[in-house]
């Protein structure tokens, strides 16, 4: 199996390129299918969720082409099939967007209902009722989740939690209904701004997307377009605390730094300078990371997607910081491994107590889940020694080429799939 081998202690420095942002690229991919025409998608990161979602919209009978490395053509008009399997579903849970997007164009979807994964039990009852308000019926039998309606039609729905997904599922299937819906307590991740920037792009009529009520006139039928993804945040804010956990000096290039501003704030807390411009941020670390307290929320909030990486960073900046997280309640199964490395980090329920300490050393550790995985690759960059870190098919869920990038760098990582080339890197790196 592939793992990675780092050697820590050498300051990231230069310029890295951040790509399309993977969690919009899997909203946008779904919702691609809901015309006959052809949809080309530029800026869509080669990683393996996207993968398999690509692999997901083929096996349902749609056309998909990719142009070059990061664009995609998808055709949807020689779908002959509305069940995804749960061959697809147990690998990306984002397969589900698919209930939507089949519903809202041939009123019916069958997926296999996905479980939980390894950061919480994640249910879809936000999603389920968002479907019934629209006059769709769901069952729920033998493993699979089935929607059907005779016609949508557009209602007022309040959604009890924040949910990105919901609020994805709930936008691609209401702008096909008939009449006006209204979501309410919405997300406003800026990816659900992308998600309806590219469905209005296809003819759809959405508006408010990015504040917490959306709102919605149905179309009878949206048609191809050209569309580019917006750049991925949290791969942004890991090289972000990756510069500061290595005392480094890294421009973060291709973002929008509005997306980036909670994870800027809380890195000045630490002592870091942050540097915006038009499309890039620039983060000089300092020899004394300086604790502080984290909260994750909703967006604008501080994302659940980089606690793990965060609270890293923390373990190894001076005195004591208290992280909570409120979305998901199994979020902290990284903190046994960094412990390995010599880490202080109590957890009780959803806080973990953090105790600075002034070094890590390298152990051999193993990815928990994708950014979870992330952040060990952080913590194994800023300690003494080798690491080595297995499970790294969750990383490659979410980072396209991170050792590439990280050695860009300067970072001293690579893959490896047998001892033999753990000796060499060894060897190499003397
Ligand atoms: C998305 C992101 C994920 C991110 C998360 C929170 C994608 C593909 N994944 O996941 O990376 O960590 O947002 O920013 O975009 N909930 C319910 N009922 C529901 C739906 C959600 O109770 O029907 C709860 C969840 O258990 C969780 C909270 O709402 O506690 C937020 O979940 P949600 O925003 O739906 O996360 P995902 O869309 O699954």
């Known amino acids: 199996m592939e793992q990675y081998v780092v050697k820590g202690g050498t300051p990231l420095k230069g310029e890295v390129s951040i790509g399309g942002a993977k969690n919009a690229a899997l909203g946008i991919?779904?919702?691609?299918i809901m015309t006959d025409e052809t949809v080309t998608i530029e800026n869509v990161p080669n990683v393996r969720d996207t993968k398999v979602l690509l692999q997901a919209i083929e096996g349902i009978g749609a056309k998909v082409k990719r142009v070059y490395n990061n664009s995609v053509q998808i055709n949807g008009g020689s779908i002959c099939d509305i069940n995804v399997d749960y061959e697809y579903i147990k690998k990306i849970r984002a397969s589900y967007y698919l209930l939507g997007a089949l519903l809202g164009k041939y009123k019916e979807s069958q997926v296999a209902l996905p479980g939980g994964c390894n950061i919480g039990s994640r249910p879809i009852d936000q999603h389920i009722k968002g479907f019934k308000a629209l006059g769709a019926e769901v069952d729920i039998s033998y493993g699979m989740i089935h929607?059907?309606?005779?016609?949508?039609?557009?209602?007022?729905?309040?959604?009890?939690?924040?949910?990105?997904?919901a609020t994805i599922n709930l936008m691609m299937a209401a702008c096909m209904a008939e009449g006006n819906t209204i979501l309410e307590n919405a997300a406003k991740e800026p990816h659900i701004v992308d998600v309806a920037n590219f469905l209005n792009a296809m003819g759809a009529n959405i508006k408010g997307a990015g504040t917490d009520v959306i709102r919605?006139?149905?179309v009878s039928r949206l048609h191809g377009?050209?569309?580019?993804?917006?750049?991925?945040?949290?791969?942004?804010?890991?090289?972000?605390?990756?510069?500061?956990?290595?005392?480094?000096?890294?421009?973060?290039?291709?973002?929008?730094?509005?997306?980036?501003?909670?994870?800027?704030?809380?890195?000045?807390?630490?002592?870091?300078?942050?540097?915006?411009?038009?499309?890039?941020?620039?983060?000089?670390?300092?020899?004394?990371?300086?604790c502080?307290?984290?909260?994750?929320?909703?967006?604008?909030?501080?994302?659940?997607?980089?606690?793990?990486?965060?609270?890293?960073?923390?373990?190894?900046?001076?005195?004591?910081?208290?992280?909570?997280e409120s979305i998901f309640e199994n979020r902290f199964k990284y903190?046994?491994?960094?412990?390995?490395?010599?880490?202080?980090?109590?957890?009780?329920?959803?806080?973990?107590?953090?105790?600075?300490?002034?070094?890590?050393?390298?152990?051999?550790?193993?990815?928990p889940?994708?950014?979870?995985?992330?952040?060990?690759?952080?913590?194994?960059?800023?300690?003494?020694?080798?690491?080595?870190?297995?499970?790294?098919?969750?990383?490659?869920?979410?980072?396209?080429?991170?050792?590439?990038?990280?050695?860009?760098?300067?970072?001293?990582?690579?893959?490896?799939?047998?001892?033999?080339?753990?000796?060499?890197?060894?060897?190499?790196?003397?």
């Open 216 to 218: 919605i006139k149905g």
């Open 292 to 324: 502080t307290n984290v909260k994750t929320l909703p967006y604008p909030g501080f994302p659940t997607d980089m606690q793990p990486q965060i609270s890293v960073v923390l373990a190894m900046s001076e005195g004591s910081s208290i992280v909570t």
């Open 369 to 430: 889940d994708l950014r979870a995985g992330a952040a060990l690759v952080i913590a194994a960059l800023a300690a003494d020694g080798i690491s080595q870190i297995e499970d790294i098919e969750y990383i490659q869920r979410g980072y396209e080429d991170f050792e590439g990038k990280i050695r860009g760098l300067g970072g001293i990582i690579e893959k490896v799939d047998s001892d033999r080339e753990i000796q060499k890197f060894k060897l190499k790196i003397g």
């Open 225 to 290: 377009c050209t569309y580019s993804i917006i750049p991925d945040q949290i791969e942004a804010g890991t090289f972000m605390f990756a510069a500061a956990a290595t005392h480094g000096d890294v421009i973060v290039k291709d973002v929008i730094p509005k997306h980036l501003e909670s994870i800027s704030a809380k890195l000045i807390e630490m002592g870091c300078t942050v540097i915006e411009g038009d499309d890039c941020v620039r983060v000089i670390g300092t020899d004394e990371l300086k």
């Open 29 to 32: 991919l779904a919702a691609a």
């Open 335 to 367: 903190v046994d491994e960094i412990s390995r490395m010599g880490a202080n980090v109590k957890v009780e329920g959803n806080t973990a107590y953090i105790e600075g300490v002034s070094r890590f050393t390298g152990a051999q550790l193993s990815a």
């Open 147 to 165: 929607t059907k309606a005779d016609k949508l039609v557009g209602s007022h729905i309040y959604f009890d939690v924040v949910s990105v997904g």
